[in-house]
């Protein structure tokens, strides 16, 4: 079992996962909610055990199959060498999502890699609330979006360019600009991306969608 350090300030996050395309997405994604977090990568369990000898993590993010772990002996691995901290866990596999739900422990979270980018950020929020890390504090509206600015703020977030959002609700391109800087000064973001996260963040709080999130998600449902 790892040493847990006392007095530490745990704002560490550990990612696992032996694909530097999806660490680095989930790295990203981590760092737009939690700047403040201090993140590690690594590609193996025992990586990632070696290092918390010296810093020990908040949270973990880790893909289920991992090089160096067998499925049946995973779980029992990390209660053992990462107790008491959350853990969210990435798979494939119906199989293995049925898998860690038998298990029914509160700190493991699992969801599929498929899984769309904004339900993602709202998963990995949860587990950082959880870890009591500090999350990127969302201002609240300054003022109600139009619904057009909303419908344009929501094809924004699933990645549509402008021309693209034009074509979708029927405007020229020039009026999609408009409404994307009024949107930018509303939510006082600094771009796109951030407005929408901003906007969708805004109305989960408002909406207390958080914990139905965590609750639908959670490994210990009663399914």
């Given at each position: 079992?790892?040493?847990?350090?006392?007095?530490?300030?745990?704002?560490?996050?550990?990612?696992?996962?032996?694909?530097?395309i999806?660490?680095?997405?989930?790295?990203?994604?981590?760092?737009?909610?939690?700047?403040?977090?201090?993140?590690?990568?690594?590609?193996?369990?025992?990586?990632?055990a070696?290092?918390?000898?010296?810093?020990?993590?908040?949270?973990?993010?880790?893909?289920?199959?991992?090089?160096?772990?067998?499925?049946?002996?995973?779980?029992?691995?990390?209660?053992?060498?990462?107790?008491?901290?959350?853990?969210?866990?990435t798979?494939?596999?119906?199989?293995v999502?049925?898998?860690?739900?038998r298990?029914?422990?509160?700190?493991?979270?699992?969801?599929?890699?498929?899984?769309?980018?904004?339900?993602?950020?709202?998963?990995?929020?949860?587990?950082?609330s959880?870890?009591?890390?500090?999350?990127?504090?969302?201002?609240?509206?300054?003022?109600?979006?139009?619904?057009?600015?909303?419908?344009?703020?929501?094809?924004?977030?699933?990645?549509?360019?402008?021309?693209e959002?034009?074509?979708?609700?029927?405007?020229?391109?020039?009026?999609?600009?408009?409404?994307?800087?009024?949107?930018?000064?509303?939510?006082?973001?600094?771009?796109?991306m951030?407005?929408?996260?901003?906007?969708?963040?805004?109305?989960?709080?408002k909406?207390?969608?958080?914990?139905?999130?965590?609750?639908?998600?959670?490994?210990?449902?009663?399914?």
């Amino acid at each position: 079992m790892v040493k847990k350090l006392e007095g530490l300030e745990r704002q560490v996050v550990f990612v696992i996962d032996v694909h530097p395309i999806v660490s680095f997405g989930l790295v990203e994604m981590v760092k737009d909610v939690a700047p403040h977090a201090r993140i590690r990568q690594f590609s193996t369990l025992k990586e990632a055990a070696r290092h918390a000898v010296e810093e020990f993590p908040a949270l973990i993010i880790t893909d289920f199959h991992l090089r160096d772990v067998q499925a049946e002996t995973f779980i029992g691995l990390f209660e053992t060498l990462f107790p008491e901290i959350p853990v969210l866990i990435t798979a494939n596999d119906e199989k293995v999502m049925g898998q860690l739900k038998r298990h029914q422990l509160e700190r493991f979270i699992a969801f599929s890699k498929f899984t769309p980018f904004a339900k993602m950020i709202d998963l990995i929020r949860v587990g950082l609330s959880q870890a009591n890390i500090e999350l990127l504090q969302m201002p609240t509206l300054s003022k109600a979006l139009t619904h057009k600015q909303v419908e344009v703020l929501e094809l924004i977030g699933a990645g549509h360019s402008n021309k693209e959002i034009a074509v979708l609700l029927k405007i020229s391109v020039e009026t999609v600009k408009g409404h994307v800087k009024d949107i930018l000064e509303r939510l006082k973001a600094k771009n796109r991306m951030e407005a929408s996260i901003i906007y969708r963040h805004t109305q989960i709080q408002k909406h207390s969608v958080y914990s139905n999130l965590s609750s639908e998600l959670h490994l210990s449902t009663n399914q």
